[in-house]
């Protein structure tokens, strides 16, 4: 056993005032706890993605990270049953009226041998056909669907694609159940991990199948949105609130996700300001590291005054030249992922901030 290394923490009295805090000792974090009476010191870094347990809270003599919920006994370091993962733990002593640990003491983590997520893998283009994948964000009652101007659009665009011999699929996100973004970017830039924490955390968040098309699958990306109130639909922005765990692996881990891929954009409404819209979903889709063909979006829109939408929906279905300019959108993006694809553009070196540099 190697020779005992006591370091001084601090007044007794005054570490029992909190039941659990953060210190570090000769640069090593530990989370120390005051409970039923006996002090506890085990490893302040979490074993899932570092986060920093001596700054979350006790539960039950477990310590509770507040990055993630990983769980480990205050004294032992063993997650919680079930779990096979262990933090080190240290030894400590009273003397003098004051606290002493033993950096020397620590036992060997154990973190428990997890199969890496099915997202994690790293992207790479499988050979083949262009493939297109449309997302559809409209909401409706699942039990009574009603018509769609855009997703109706979408469609169009589709077909389009799949008429020059790509693969298309089509996701509608009203059929998905997924959980909102949760916020963990706001606790830490590294709290926010690729595959999203929930992801990881909740086998059945369905939001697999979209980060599976965007990351690993398409080349052309189809969004289709309503205008609601002047912006996107809600569900859209559900959606990319969930996304921040892709543009955010190119601020933490320099790893761009994105890679020699196009989106192109579909909005409808029954009021105006087509153009705000898809300037933001611009924005925000080539912050993640998409490109875009000239002319990157169709819309529609028969403007503020116009309330009468069965009238609109009408105009939609009717409209020719619309659902030609939607052929000739898919076209575009697919003539640009074809360049993209034959040039194979090799890794973009980034800059701070996410963006690409050449």
Not at 126 to 153: H, K, W
Request: glycine letters at 10%; hydrophobic letters at 40%; one cysteine or more.
């Amino acid at each position: 056993m190697a020779n005992p290394e006591w370091h001084r923490l601090g007044p007794v009295a005054a570490l029992k005032q909190k039941p659990l805090q953060a210190v570090t000792v000769e640069g090593v974090p530990i989370a120390l706890s005051w409970d039923q009476g006996r002090f506890g010191a085990i490893s302040g870094r979490c074993l899932h993605a570092g986060g920093p347990l001596g700054q979350g809270t006790l539960r039950d003599g477990y310590v509770v990270c507040p990055w993630h919920g990983w769980t480990y006994q205050r004294e032992t370091g063993e997650g919680e049953p079930g779990s096979t993962d262990v933090v080190p733990r240290y030894l400590l002593k009273e003397e003098g009226g004051d606290l002493f640990i033993d950096l020397a003491s620590a036992t060997h983590p154990r973190p428990a041998s997890h199969s890496p997520h099915p997202l994690a893998r790293d992207p790479k283009r499988a050979d083949g056909p262009l493939r297109v994948v449309g997302i559809s964000t409209t909401v409706m009652d699942r039990g009574a669907p009603r018509y769609s101007t855009s997703e109706d659009l979408l469609r169009v665009a589709l077909e389009a694609a799949a008429a020059e011999g790509a693969e298309t699929q089509f996701i509608t996100l009203n059929n998905l159940k997924f959980r909102a973004c949760e916020g963990y970017y706001s606790k830490s830039a590294n709290a926010c991990t690729w595959p999203c924490s929930i992801t990881q955390m909740d086998d059945k968040d369905e939001l697999t199948t979209v980060y599976e098309a965007l990351v690993h699958w398409a080349d052309v990306v189809l969004i289709a949105t309503p205008i609601r109130w002047g912006n996107a639909s809600s569900l859209y922005f559900k959606m990319i609130e969930r996304m921040n765990c892709i543009q955010n692996q190119i601020t933490t881990h320099d790893h761009v996700l994105i890679r020699n891929k196009v989106a192109g954009f579909i909005i409808t409404g029954g009021q105006d300001n087509v153009q705000s819209v898809a300037g933001e979903m611009m924005m925000f889709f080539g912050e993640l590291g998409f490109t875009f063909p000239q002319f990157p979006f169709v819309g529609h829109s028969r403007g503020w005054s116009a309330e009468d939408m069965e009238n609109n929906m009408a105009a939609v279905k009717a409209d020719q030249e619309l659902r030609q300019g939607t052929r000739a959108l898919a076209l575009r993006c697919l003539e640009q992922a074809r360049r993209l694809v034959a040039a194979g553009a090799g890794p973009a070196r980034t800059e701070r901030g996410g963006r690409k540099a050449n």
